[in-house]
């Protein structure tokens, strides 16, 4: 693998899209291959494993990617987590929902809680730093200066502002403006506070939320 840590330290645009890109292609995998529904467990299961490493792989080169905790963060998280839930189903969705993802229904209870966990830890651990980075840090800033490293967290662009924003809501179809939303509150976080590590801490709590709130209503088309 030193080949690889090698390539992502000599390009930061590299070291901050390929987590994230490896994370899409998995999970449109997981999603379109036709697999077994038993199968698709399993996949995610890798997706997380895969996505845990890359997030150790580049930890050394992002130099943003560190966790950050603050009032802020736990108000927006929670905040999010209320709109994500609180909108959900006052709006034309882009992508029906469909049976979603209920480990119950394919696992005796021990395998099934052994998912749960997972998808749990891997949506609250694993996905913000891949996303955060990706957006926020990457993507936000590459749309003003393609020396996306010298402008300052802290600087507020309008248009990449709403259309980074707009690119995060699309990626969630079947609930694309409490993603709009969200990505707009992330970004806004992350310009407050002049660093990323809040907007991560915020997209944890939110996703924590969500999956303890899946738990306890059986929504599991959330998921």
């Known amino acids: 693998m030193f080949f690889l840590k090698k390539k992502f330290e000599n390009s930061p645009e590299l070291a901050r899209v390929v987590p994230f890109g490896v994370f899409v292609v998995l999970t449109y995998a997981q999603e379109k291959l036709g697999l077994g529904e038993d199968a698709k467990y399993g996949l995610y299961l890798v997706k997380t494993l895969v996505g845990a490493w890359l997030i150790l792989e580049v930890r050394p080169f992002v130099e943003e ?36 993802w209920n480990p119950h229904k394919e696992f005796g209870e021990g395998v099934a809680w052994f998912y749960v966990v997972v998808r749990i830890a891997g949506s609250s651990i694993v996905v913000p730093p891949i996303e955060e980075i990706f957006y926020r840090s990457f993507l936000y800033r590459y749309f003003v200066k393609t020396d996306f490293r010298a402008m300052p967290f802290n600087q507020y662009h309008g248009l990449s502002f709403f259309v980074t924003s707009i690119i995060f809501g699309l990626m969630h ?9 969200c990505g707009l509150a992330f970004q806004w976080l992350v310009i407050h506070k002049n660093r990323l590590g809040d907007a991560m801490t915020a997209h944890a709590i939110t996703n924590f939320l969500l999956g303890l709130w899946i738990i306890w209503k059986g929504a599991w088309s959330f998921w």
């Open 65 to 100: 990617m560190r966790w950050k905790l603050s009032w802020e963060a736990v108000v927006v998280g929670v905040a999010i987590f209320a709109v994500w839930v609180g909108l959900d189903g006052h709006y034309p969705r882009l992508k029906e929902v469909e049976g979603g």
């Open 173 to 181: 179809p079947d609930r694309w403006v409490a993603g709009i939303i």
